[in-house]
């Protein structure tokens, strides 16, 4: 057989919600399928007993995420701050370890087609609910970027605390460095 | 993240349908002609592509991929209109096709020089209708390729050529820039035609044509009616200028003798001039190397290098092919046939001034996802570079910079940063068109009122 037929076309729909920065809300209201609520409820509780991150380093955008039920056991809440512009990497998504988890979250709400049915995209636009108000107080810093600087401060602080290092900083020799503004600036921040 | 395809059947590609400009090398050395037609009656349109038909052929032109000869016929979303394709058969398209390239400026990065305000005409005005393309080993056989075609559009009113732009391999063999390219292809599953690097396994066909299951497992999504759809794919087609003078004054201004110069070329490119790569040669350059196909892309970066003190995780080939490096989201999902062309003249060995000449190249990008893999590209890989974790950072040669770009080179022990980059790269037009299978072609002269 040819399996051409049911191929169908993405409706390419806007993309809603807010950004500030380099960062975007993504927030989803999903009504539950009858009688699905302790399925998720279960599946929600194991995610956040089991919380190692490994799916946040594996997808690398993702700020913060929240998941809930609400409004009497019958709508599920999904609400996320991440990098980018979210279907940017919808397709990537679909194939992660993290992609697995939102399949088994979402399979209990109505009208979800799957992660890899190329109507995802419409599925989540459809049950989006843009905020009217979203601000992030780092908006120049990506998930990576924070990564970085907070591995750099980490190595800073364990560089000011070698002995070495005070030595190094009395010796005239390191007098032409010192008096640089960029080390000047490196000395502010290791002040305290 | 490697994309694993399950479930969806495995279906026999319909070669003889698929025209040879979709899936075919370019040869080496190349002759190429690009003509753009526009049509202002849907019925002398329609003419025109029945003349055409015999002119264009499908499968493999040659089993040497070195040495075919074809000609194409791809048609924009304007195109479609002119031709009087049904509205219901237009809106099946993709946004970003029915939209156009102009209008996808915001996400291709193409503001300033490369602003479509900018474009010379006809490209972005909507006239470009029908994009007729031919490529070939030397010009007696891009003649014979194109032959028929030409007389098809000469002996028909009603279609007007509005741009011709010629391409022809250099006599260096290399770019503009002075670097060997079209050395990297992807493996097609069902093509017999194999990838250049054996060590990335062949990608699944409705990567690039429409009709068959992709990396997701999905179809593609795509036109309708099916028979307009099937055995087709999208090409973005661009026109880039190459600001070869810039380029050797910035590596000059920023080294201090030319074995650092030709280092600090090849870091930012990914490859030697040679072609070979700085992942398997990373001190200096190996003509042998570079000259060996077997060799020259038989490669991956993660196990070896990958926070790229060989091949900087920032250098153009490696940020458009990551291969196996650590980068945010999934590589097989991104994949793309590049077709780079050259046009215009060669800027003499050690010139540094510009002469005023236009050169640079005509690049055919091919795949059945404008927007993952064309667009995606554009964005995430060569006008960002979050990616890899250079947040902010562009493509060192195809980004545009605006004077204020920076890049990253990874060396110990410190790495290097370029500052202050200006563009090398200028977008003079492009066009999104859509390449139709042989059947769809028929079908599109046949169309009725």
């Given amino acids: 057989m040819t399996a051409s037929t049911e191929a169908t076309q993405s409706a390419q729909p806007e993309r809603p919600g807010l950004t500030d920065g380099v960062a975007s809300e993504f927030l989803v209201i999903a009504k539950i399928k009858p009688g699905h609520t302790d399925a998720l409820r279960k599946v929600i509780e194991a995610a956040q007993a089991k919380m190692d991150r490994s799916g946040q380093i594996e997808i690398g955008t993702l700020h913060t995420a929240r998941a809930l039920i609400f409004d009497n056991d019958t709508r599920f809440l999904f609400a996320s701050v991440f990098d980018g512009s979210w279907d940017t990497y919808i397709d990537d998504f679909a194939v992660t370890v993290a992609g697995e988890n939102f399949e088994k979250t979402f399979t209990h709400t109505e009208g979800f087609p799957g992660m890899k049915d190329p109507k995802v995209k419409e599925w989540f636009v459809a049950n989006q609910v843009p905020a009217g108000l979203f601000t992030t107080s780092y908006p120049d810093l990506t998930v990576k970027q924070i990564w970085k600087d907070q591995r750099v401060n980490e190595a800073f602080q364990e560089v000011l605390d070698t002995p070495e290092f005070r030595e190094l900083l009395d010796n005239p020799a390191a007098a032409a460095l010192r008096a640089t503004p960029a080390f000047q600036r490196l000395l502010d921040e290791a002040a305290g | ?449």
């Fill in chain 2, 1 to 449: 993240m490697n994309a694993v395809a399950s479930g969806a059947p495995s279906v026999p590609l319909e070669m003889d349908d698929i025209q040879s400009g979709a899936l075919h090398h370019r040869p080496v050395p190349y002759e190429g002609w690009f003509v753009f037609l526009r049509v202002d009656d849907r019925h002398d349109g329609r003419a025109l592509l029945r003349r055409l038909l015999p002119a264009v052929q499908g499968g493999l032109p040659s089993a040497d991929p070195n040495r075919g000869a074809w000609a194409a016929v791809a048609l924009t979303y304007q195109g479609l209109r002119a031709l009087g394709v049904p509205q219901e058969s237009l809106d099946s398209f993709p946004l970003e096709f029915r939209q156009g390239m102009a209008a996808r400026a915001d996400v291709l990065g193409d503001v300033g020089e490369s602003d479509p305000a900018n474009w010379e005409p006809p490209f972005g005005t909507g006239d470009v209708h029908i994009v007729l393309s031919g490529l070939a080993p030397d010009a007696a056989r891009l003649e014979k390729a194109l032959e028929r075609a030409r007389a098809a559009y000469q002996e028909t009113p009603g279609v007007e050529v509005i741009y011709q732009q010629e391409v022809h391999q250099l006599p260096t063999g290399r770019t503009s820039f002075g670097f060997r390219d079209g050395i990297s292809y992807p493996g097609i599953e069902g093509t017999g035609i194999p990838g250049s690097n054996p060590q990335e396994a062949p990608l699944k066909a409705g990567e690039f044509i429409l009709g068959y299951p992709d990396e997701t497992g999905n179809l593609p999504p795509m036109p309708q009616p099916e028979i307009l759809g099937r055995n087709g794919t999208y090409l973005a087609v661009r026109k880039l200028h190459t600001k070869v003078a810039a380029w050797r004054r910035y590596l000059r201004a920023n080294t201090a003798s030319e074995a650092e110069e030709a280092l600090l070329g090849a870091k930012m490119i990914g490859r030697w001039p040679s072609g070979a790569p700085l992942a398997l040669a990373p001190d200096k350059d190996d003509p042998e190397l570079g000259a060996d196909p077997s060799r020259n892309n038989d490669f991956l970066y993660r196990e070896d290098d990958d926070r790229g003190f060989k091949c900087p995780a920032t250098a153009h080939v490696r940020r458009v092919n990551p291969r196996d490096a650590t980068i945010i989201g999934a590589i097989r999902l991104h994949r793309i046939i590049r077709r780079g062309t050259s046009y215009g003249p060669p800027l003499p060995e050690g010139v540094l001034e510009d002469d005023g000449a236009d050169r640079g190249l005509v690049g055919v990008f091919i795949g059945a996802h404008l927007d993952r893999q064309f667009e995606f590209i554009k964005s995430e890989w060569v006008n960002d570079g979050n990616f890899i974790g250079y947040s902010g950072e562009k493509d060192p040669v195809a980004g545009h910079h605006d004077g204020t770009g920076s890049i990253t080179i990874p060396q110990k022990p410190v790495r290097r940063r370029l500052q202050n980059l200006p563009t090398f790269v200028v977008t003079r037009g492009g066009e999104y068109c859509f390449l139709p299978g042989l059947r769809a072609l028929r079908w599109l002269t046949e169309l009725e009122d």
